[in-house]
């Protein structure tokens, strides 16, 4: 039994690595994604920093279209009002401001992150955090289970006493030759 624990041991420890390794590797794939990702510019008058603003307002006249996306009238107009205020050297945030005064926060696609809106933003953090300690408290409880649990020697010896008296997995009995044999079955017929 102790020789049996201490072969599990050196396993385990080497899933543990493999674990970490992993961990990392997603880590660097992670930061990799968000570094090539970039950001779209935030001055300067080009049509990629248009798309960006355009694609953080709501279009007003279409159900569930950003103003980058949307060809209706009120669209056009707000990307023409966008292109103005770049051209005037507005901020990212002052354009948007400018809209979220004029037409009221539910134009921003993105809520604000303070007040209200903010929790938007927290929430499912929270909830993500709290569902990861609880599974990871649930499979250390588990595995704390799972290692107090051994079959006693008296376990072990019911159980090889009963699958020796047991008749092994595809072999057939053997007839008694005093006995007399099975009738064989009738054939079915399902003709009606």
């Known amino acids: 039994m102790i020789a049996e624990v201490s072969q599990r041991a050196p396993v385990r420890h080497r899933y543990r690595q493999q674990w970490w390794w992993w961990a990392l590797m997603g880590l660097i794939v992670v930061v990799a994604v968000v570094v090539g990702a970039g950001s779209p510019p935030r001055s300067g008058t080009s049509d990629e920093r248009l798309f960006a603003l355009a694609g953080r307002l709501k279009c007003l006249q279409c159900v569930g279209e950003s103003v980058a996306a949307s060809q209706a009238p009120l669209a056009i107009q707000f990307r023409e009002e966008i292109r103005d205020q770049m051209r005037q050297g507005g901020t990212d945030d002052e354009i948007l401001n400018f809209f979220a005064d004029r037409y009221?926060?539910?134009?921003?696609?993105?809520?604000?992150s303070s007040g209200v809106g903010g929790l938007v933003w927290v929430v499912p953090v929270v909830v993500v955090a709290g569902a990861v300690l609880l599974l990871a408290g649930t499979f250390r409880r588990w595995s704390?289970?799972?290692s107090?649990?051994?079959?006693?020697?008296?376990?072990?010896?019911?159980?090889a006493d009963a699958l020796a008296a047991e008749?092994?997995?595809?072999?057939?009995?053997?007839?008694d030759p005093d006995s007399a044999p099975a009738p064989a079955p009738e054939p079915r017929s399902d003709h009606r």
């Open 144 to 146: 704390r289970e799972r």
């Open 104 to 112: 009221g926060t539910e134009v921003l696609l993105t809520p604000p």
């Open 167 to 175: 008749p092994r997995a595809g072999s057939r009995p053997v007839p």
């Open 148 to 159: 107090e649990h051994h079959a006693s020697d008296e376990d072990v010896a019911l159980v």
